[in-house]
């Protein structure tokens, strides 16, 4: 069974408007991180914000914040003030409890920033 | 500090041939991953190392992948009688391991292998 859905392959954004990508999961687990990763054409792979599954609030690492609804399991990623370097497939992963820190991959969202 | 460094960044080989991959880690990082991602998809798990723990295998997607980690360190991953299939780029990471910590992955740049 996927784990880690994204139902977005490809997104437009307007430079400097906020954009939403997607990331829904399944878990039985009650303690799991959730992580979203950036990978640019050039094919690193570069960590952006992490929300573990007590944390009360949302993570933001400066223009990424998370939008964590655990009753729902979705855990969007938002960019504000979207630049042309965001251009980049995004990935959101998730990594379960039970002592294995292995991630779980979501299909990724290409997302393109116009100018 | 260095980061996560992997060799060679690229391999083309022949169908059935073995080859190696290899994986140095951030100093100081007691966990190493493997991961594989098959052209416009996502990452796929392959295999996990941690401290002096049996390694994670479950990703493994057939006996003729293998892979080891020396002294805790560098690691090599294996894969024999290579098929068209297993044409993907290889990316391997490494994290700390710590009680309430992101543990977040640092990865590398990846092995590009090309079977033909």
């Known amino acids: 069974a996927q784990k880690i859905t994204q139902t977005q392959p490809g997104m437009f954004v307007q430079e400097k408007e906020a954009v939403t990508l997607d990331c829904t999961y399944d878990t039985s687990d009650p303690s799991y991180g959730l992580f979203w990763y950036k990978q640019p054409s050039s094919g690193e792979m570069i960590f952006l914000i992490y929300?573990?599954?007590?944390?009360?609030q949302n993570a933001t690492e400066g223009r990424y914040s998370l939008n964590f609804q655990k009753a729902r399991k979705s855990a969007n990623l938002v960019i504000s003030a979207s630049q042309l370097g965001d251009s980049a497939m995004y990935f959101c992963a998730m990594r379960e409890g039970g002592g294995s820190y292995k991630l779980i991959f979501g299909s990724g969202t290409r997302l393109l920033v116009r100018p | 500090g260095a980061g996560v460094s992997q060799s060679p960044s690229n391999k083309v080989t022949e169908k059935g041939k073995d080859v190696e991959l290899r994986c140095d880690p951030i100093?100081?990082?007691?966990?190493l991953y493997w991961y594989r991602q098959s052209l416009g998809q996502g990452l796929e798990f392959l295999i996990y190392?941690?401290?002096?723990?049996?390694?994670?295998k479950s990703g493994l997607p057939s006996d003729r992948f293998s892979a080891e980690r020396t002294g805790g360190s560098v690691s090599t991953l294996t894969i024999q009688r290579t098929q068209q299939e297993d044409s993907a780029v290889y990316l391997c990471?490494?994290?700390?391991?710590?009680?309430?910590?992101?543990?977040?992955?640092?990865f590398g740049p990846g092995t590009r292998l090309t079977v033909l």
């Open positions: 990471a490494s994290s700390l391991v710590t009680a309430g910590g992101y543990n977040e992955q640092f």
């Open positions: 100093s100081g990082h007691t966990a």
């Open positions: 190392f941690q401290g002096n723990s049996a390694p994670d």
């Open positions: 929300q573990g599954s007590y944390d009360q």
